[in-house]
């Protein structure tokens, strides 16, 4: 069936480096994508990555694709305080691509 | 310029009472959402319109009706609504099933 896993909570301190993981389970989804939904605000693309790349980078964004093991990780660097949001994973899903949305990780950013 | 609007942003209304959401974009996408996010922050696709046409209906009670006039448009109407119905509830344009751009979100509160 169709399902996406994250973990819950994410804490780093800022400067550091933020890895957010997330497992798949649909091997057919074309498109994978990071969004990012801050406190009582709608949900904001942050990047995508089409199913036959393992590797994008976007400025302070990476991510990186094991389609094998169906693991998608984002990767933010020097992770400021306005990095404090819930990232969602999502794959897609069906012949008209609806998304498939994990539960989000909670990312903190503290001093 | 709002790419994917909703309107309202807040409605706050009784149980058994019958209300309608409306989402308009202006990218020029074929294809529109609705998803619900409830109080734990998952979110799940509910229906979906390609060119006017019902393309994906999820399991959700008849109570809702999906109607999309054009395809700049798709609105939704609830029915008796109950508290359960309490939720966030985001639009979504896309062209061709292609990534998914999301509007502000309507927070309903079914008192």
């Known amino acids: 069936g169709e399902d996406v896993e994250q973990s819950l909570f994410l804490s780093v301190r800022e400067g550091d480096s933020s890895v957010i993981n997330c497992t798949y389970t649909d091997s057919s989804s074309t498109y994978l994508y990071w969004y990012k939904q801050e406190p009582g605000a709608g949900l904001q693309l942050l990047t995508y990555i089409f199913s036959n790349m393992d590797m994008k980078q976007d400025q302070r964004l990476t991510v990186l694709l094991n389609k094998k093991d169906k693991h998608l990780s984002l990767r933010i660097a020097d992770t400021q305080t306005g990095d404090s949001a819930i990232y969602f994973c999502a794959e897609t899903a069906g012949g008209y691509n609806k998304l498939i949305f994990g539960a989000g990780t909670r990312l903190a950013v503290h001093p | 310029d709002t790419a994917v609007s909703q309107t309202p942003k807040y409605l706050v209304t009784q149980m058994g009472n019958d209300k309608s959401i409306k989402c308009e974009q202006n990218l020029g996408h074929d294809t529109m959402y609705w998803y619900k996010q409830d109080s734990k922050k998952f979110l799940k696709i509910m229906f979906s319109y390609n060119n006017k046409e019902l393309i994906i209906n999820e399991t959700v009670p008849n109570r809702f009706s999906p109607k999309s006039p054009d395809k700049a448009h798709l609105n939704l109407h609830i029915n008796s609504l109950e508290l359960g119905d309490s939720a966030v509830y985001f639009c979504?344009?896309?062209?061709?099933?292609?990534?998914?751009?999301f509007g502000p979100g309507t927070r309903l509160l079914v008192l």
């Open positions: 979504a344009s896309s062209w061709k099933g292609e990534t998914q751009y």
